[in-house]
């Protein structure tokens, strides 16, 4: 049975999303900051996760954006193949709505045109969107805003099938090590292993979008999961790379199948500030 | 050690900070950025004056979003600092005393920080909603075109910052981690 949607329905909703994933992080976000505070060994580093929950809790009140890099918007659609589109081009709709949404929610444009030439767009777009199709009939839509002092910080390993597992925790901890305090810790670190060069880069952007008290549903990964959240604690980088035993918040690691001369590894580092938001339409 | 201290930052006041000490810092700040700076180096090929007096500034590296009615400014946290060591030797060579930012700085930076009794502070990164609200005014200097990346002059009230670098080349990032690794 096809079902309709139109295009202007996005444009609102995506609009929404951008003005909403500024102001409110997930609530997993804000317990897991708490927890962390009280765990937090280090004085100065307490000092300053205090100050990022107290920030949270300023933002949704005042409605001033969480972190000023508002990001570029990275979209993740899911359509139903039983969905048609009505109105204007999808992808025109969901530019629309960040155009919106950063306009409307005060919300800082942060994208040039061009990587070389870099003239600001004044509008925040172009958008990254990601399509996907699914079953059924719905369309959902993930926005999350991605910084970029994080993203800076993030790497890609093509690692041969003999460094094995072995290489893969060493990959994950170069990258968090060589982050340190770039990457505003406490960091939210999103992990792809398989597919190919740019599979397993998005894999490790999508491992971001996951509750932080969730976990990998394959036993040995999640297993590496909970020894490198551990590991990466004990490096000693700390809130703000000022030192502590919080450096992450999470470490969460999608895999997919790989080619059998390959161990593609890709570290996409998220700050504390790990926003995504979620809508079914 | 909490300080309060009051812009201008002169080598006096830089030489009794120590990497650690947490500093509130009311007064002048400017803010500029990654293409502000390209500029400041353009301007000083060609021997033109800077935007604003060099001599014992404070810079921000910071990008605000918009302020909404009634604001002087939106979020306001620090960008990433070493984006900037490529220009801030020269402008600390200037006189120019304080660079506030996040993360870590090259050698160069760090030496040009020392022998100019400089200090480098950092602002609590993804803070941005609560350091705004330290900032009591905000004025266009020049460079409106860049958008985000404008040159600012900030009137702030107790900003908060840590010092990461000292007048001795002492770097907190450097020495911090050491106490915690497991």
């Known amino acids: 049975m096809i079902r309709t949607i139109s295009t202007e329905e996005i444009t609102v909703n995506i609009r929404e999303m951008c003005i909403e994933a500024n102001h409110y992080l997930s609530p997993d976000m804000g317990e897991a900051l708490k927890k962390a505070a009280d765990a937090e060994q280090s004085p100065l580093g307490k000092k300053i996760l205090s100050q990022l929950e107290e920030n949270l809790v300023i933002a949704g009140a005042e409605m001033i954006p969480i972190c000023q890099d508002t990001g570029m918007a990275v979209v993740f659609v899911e359509v139903g193949q039983e969905v048609h589109f009505q109105g204007g081009f999808l992808e025109d709709a969901i530019n629309e709505g960040v155009r919106q949404g950063y306009l409307e929610g005060f919300l800082r444009k942060s994208v040039v045109g061009d990587p070389i030439l870099r003239e600001n767009t004044n509008d925040n777009t172009p958008a990254v969107i990601h399509y996907s199709f699914v079953a059924g009939d719905k369309v959902k839509l993930t926005l999350a805003p991605k910084g970029f002092g994080s993203e800076n910080m993030s790497r890609i390993f093509m690692l041969k099938p003999s460094d094995g597992i072995k290489g893969v925790k060493q990959a994950i901890i170069t990258a968090v090590e060589d982050a340190g305090p770039n990457a505003c810790p406490p960091m939210v670190v999103g992990v792809g292993i398989g597919g190919t060069f740019e599979k397993c880069a998005l894999l490790a952007k999508q491992a971001l979008l996951r509750p932080l008290d969730g976990h990998s549903q394959i036993p040995y990964v999640r297993e590496l999961e909970e020894e490198m959240l551990q590991t990466i604690n004990q490096l000693g980088i700390g809130p703000g790379g000022l030192g502590g035993t919080t450096t992450a918040l999470a470490v969460n690691i999608n895999t997919y199948p790989t080619h059998i001369a390959g161990l593609p590894v890709a570290v996409n580092i998220c700050c504390h500030v790990n926003r995504h938001v979620t809508r079914e339409i | ?182």
Do not use: W
């Open chain 2, 1 to 182: 050690m909490d300080r309060h201290i009051s812009t201008p930052i002169t080598a006096e006041v830089t030489r009794n900070f120590h990497a650690g000490d947490y500093v509130y810092i009311s007064g002048v700040v400017y803010v500029a950025r990654d293409a502000a700076h390209k500029r400041f180096m353009e301007v000083l090929d060609r021997g033109e004056e800077l935007p604003f007096p060099i001599k014992d500034a404070v810079i921000y590296y910071m990008g605000p979003s918009p302020a909404r009615e009634g604001r002087p400014i939106g979020s306001a946290g620090p960008t990433t600092a070493s984006r900037m060591d490529k220009y801030a030797p020269r402008l600390l060579d200037l006189g120019q005393k304080a660079m506030i930012g996040k993360g870590k700085r090259t050698q160069e930076v760090i030496d040009a920080i020392v022998r100019n009794q400089a200090v480098y502070f950092a602002a609590v990164g993804g803070a941005g909603a609560l350091l705004s609200k330290c900032i009591k005014k905000s004025e266009l200097v020049r460079y409106g075109d860049l958008g985000a990346e404008a040159v600012l002059k900030l009137e702030v009230e107790d900003f908060p910052v840590i010092v990461v670098v000292d007048s001795e080349g002492n770097d907190l990032y450097k020495t911090a981690a050491q106490e915690y690794v497991g």
